[in-house]
């Protein structure tokens, strides 16, 4: 991307810096006029022992926008979602066993996603984030549809083994809350964020 189309929520000739290497972050944020530079960044991504869903996201949203830093832009997005269940992080599955055990455990009930997003101007040294709770419902799904979707790999890079706007579709039944902070986004408060950093 060549980050100069930024439509209305950057003042003129600000630069946008998108710290991650997610295309569903991205995606979204192309779809509402954001063509933002890309840095992917590597952090120590290792949750604290007894540390809540909601800080870590947090912690690691704002470690992912500080690593951007290095980028030299006006503006660092970082992101962080995870996927709650009774409590616990479920992130990225280890290989297709440990996704298939995850959509079983999700099978038939309700989970939480949380996308925290972190904003920082490095001219100001201001921290912007916040982090987006939506609740998810699945339906009851066979162990043969399981492996079934598990064998399109779609669930090998994401937190919880599944993608909402993908083939994931599928598992959903219903929704509470932001359908994009879910696909890795929330775009209602990462525009908001966007339009109190400048």
Not at 42 to 48: G, K, L, P, R, S
Not at 69 to 93: E, N, Y
Not at 114 to 132: C, M, N, Q, R
Not at 176 to 185: E, N
């Amino acid at each position: 991307m060549t980050g100069k189309k930024q439509l209305f929520w950057l003042k003129k000739g600000r630069t946008i810096c998108l710290a991650s290497a997610s295309p569903r972050r991205l995606e979204l944020l192309v779809q509402v006029g954001i063509e933002p530079f890309v840095y992917p960044t590597d952090v120590n991504e290792t949750i604290y022992k007894k540390e809540k869903p909601k800080k870590y996201a947090k912690r690691m949203a704002i470690a992912k926008a500080q690593a951007g830093l290095k980028s030299g832009h006006d503006i660092i997005l970082g992101a962080d979602t995870v996927v709650v269940l009774d409590g616990k992080v479920l992130g990225k599955p280890a290989d297709k066993r440990d996704a298939i055990n995850m959509l079983s455990k999700l099978s038939g009930r309700q989970h939480k996603v949380i996308t925290a997003i972190a904003i920082i101007s490095p001219k100001t040294d201001k921290i912007l984030a916040k982090e987006v709770e939506t609740k998810v419902w699945f339906k009851k799904v066979s162990k043969s549809d399981i492996r079934k979707y598990v064998a399109t790999n779609e669930p090998m890079d994401k937190a919880g083994s599944y993608g909402i706007q993908g083939v994931g579709a599928f598992l959903v039944k219903k929704i509470k809350g932001s359908y994009s902070g879910v696909v890795g986004l929330p775009l209602f408060e990462t525009l908001h964020l966007l339009t109190n950093s400048n």
